[in-house]
């Protein structure tokens, strides 16, 4: 019998949602399924028991033995966060496709998902798409050469598959980010190795480097970035000198550069646990998207891959706008965040109504911010939760026409979703970046008499094992 923490060695000869490989175990009951995170069919890997389950458990890599037989090894370094950088697109897709789609029969229960699905829409980038990228510094190393690790090190990269204190050092770009950034990345660990102050030791939470953040505006080209460091040895660090250094490496693409003392022993890059100022430049991007400009900050919540954004934001409107919207008809942007659906299909339809609601305050204030940038008005920003939505603004009572939903990974709540279905509208949009969330929505919506017309996928992030979708539910009468 298998035991948490046991290590095996697996074939895996299939694929399933999420980036999860399987593998069979043959046993006297018949196979015993293992699934393994952001592996491959046609791999032999190392892994080790997770969780374990009468009829299955759940693995995480450790090492890949042997790659697939369609895996192509490129120029890029492999990381954790992009476990199929070297699977071609096609087979991604492929694979991609076929298990999200039964996922909406297994968990939706929609079983004639072949004639909703509408289309897979590819990301029109796959390298060096993605405008956020954090980095962890570490003084344990785990050298990829020798598959040795490396103590009292100054690593600056990744975390090591399955690790939480190893770091892989990015010695050369990933394929996934800014790829001149991660060209100067290695002499950015060089210099501040130089410094002499220790980068971060995360068993023993003392040390002084701990993250660097980047942010890139596609649009300006651009770069936004936050060093993470502890007080510890703060007056040995001039950051002023690392700023000048930054900017001679960067150039004009430097847009700013800021400074967070984070002595929280939580490994987390966030600002709000710190204190931060900004050493040059100015603490804000500016991204286009579909013809609008976006003010963002380190901590501005934005999509990953903007390009792809415009196509996955593109096909929702598609579907908002095959109900015919007559002037100061009203559609509801929920989890609106900074507002950037709404203000988008706004610039498509201007007689339409528009109204973008989030519990969030401060996305709230975010989207006023930019609908003003933008110069549009026919948008309401309003902070609330939706339950109460209408006790707050009765006006709204019976007249909202379509919804759009995007919430985050987890999905609606149960609770929440009820609520939803009590604004009465006609239609719903929506958009998810977990399917299997959306697709247990689709059975409460189903029970609710909302039937699912339409579906579309969109991978948002090529070389891993998330894909987002667009479904579209109209209330039967």
């Known amino acids: 019998m298998l035991k948490r923490g046991e290590i095996l060695t697996l074939e895996i000869t299939d694929y399933a949602f999420g980036g999860k490989g399987i593998a069979k175990i043959n046993t006297e009951k018949g196979d015993f399924i293992v699934f393994v995170d952001n592996t491959f069919p046609g791999q032999k890997v190392r ?3 997770a969780k374990k389950r009468k009829k299955h458990a759940e693995a995480k890599l450790i ?4 790659r697939s037989p369609v895996e192509v090894i490129n120029r890029f370094q492999e990381i954790s966060g992009a476990p199929y950088i070297y699977v071609p697109i096609e087979k991604q897709i492929e694979e991609k496709k076929k298990s999200t789609l039964d996922l909406y029969r297994k ?7 072949d004639a909703i699905f509408d289309e897979f829409i590819p990301s029109p980038e796959i390298y060096f798409y993605r405008n956020k990228m954090e980095y962890s510094f570490s003084s344990i190393e785990h050298d990829k050469a020798t598959g040795e690790d490396i103590d009292d090190a100054f690593s600056l990269g990744f975390k090591r598959r399955g690790t939480w204190w190893k770091v892989e050092s990015l010695d050369k770009p990933s394929g996934m980010f800014d790829e001149e950034w991660e060209q100067v990345l290695p002499s950015i660990r060089s210099y501040l190795k130089q410094t ?8 023993q939470k003392k040390g002084f480097f701990r993250h660097i953040v980047v942010r890139k505006s596609f649009d300006e080209d651009s770069l936004l970035i936050n060093l993470v460091t502890s007080s510890e040895g703060i007056e040995n660090f001039n950051v002023k000198d690392f700023s000048l250094f930054l900017q001679e490496k960067l150039g004009k693409r430097l847009a700013g550069f800021q400074h967070t003392i984070n002595d929280n022993v939580a490994d987390r890059a966030k600002i709000e646990n710190g204190q931060c100022r900004l050493v040059y430049g100015k603490p804000t991007i500016v991204e286009r998207l579909l013809g609008l400009d976006f003010e963002i900050s380190m901590e501005s919540f934005f999509q990953t891959n903007p390009k792809s954004a415009e196509h996955l934001y593109s096909k929702a409107l598609d579907y908002v706008f095959e109900e015919k919207l007559e002037d100061q008809d009203i559609v509801m942007d929920l989890f609106c965040g ?3 659906i709404g203000q988008i299909l706004t610039s498509r339809n201007k007689g339409v109504k528009i109204i973008g609601v989030d519990i969030v305050k401060e996305a709230i204030q975010d989207a006023r911010k930019n609908a003003a940038r933008n110069n549009i008005s026919n948008v309401d920003f309003f902070a609330s939760d939706v339950g109460k939505f209408l006790k707050e603004y009765p006006q ?3 007249k909202i026409k379509t919804i759009i939903l995007d919430p985050p990974r987890a999905g609606i709540a149960p609770k929440t979703l009820r609520k939803v279905i009590e604004l009465g509208t006609e239609n719903i949009v929506y958009i998810s970046c977990n399917p299997s969330t959306q697709a247990r929505d689709a059975e409460i919506l189903r029970q609710e008499g909302y039937e699912i017309e339409k579906l579309s996928l ?8 998330h894909i987002e979708a667009v479904a579209k539910f109209k209330r039967k009468k």
């Open 47 to 49: 892994a080790r028991i």
């Open 63 to 66: 090492e890949i033995i042997e």
């Open 107 to 113: 968990i939706g229960g929609i079983q004639n998902i």
């Open 196 to 203: 002499g102050l220790p980068a971060w030791h995360p068993p």
């Open 338 to 340: 900074t507002g950037t």
């Open 396 to 398: 709204y009572k019976n």
């Open 458 to 465: 969109v991978d948002q992030f090529p070389h891993t094992g």
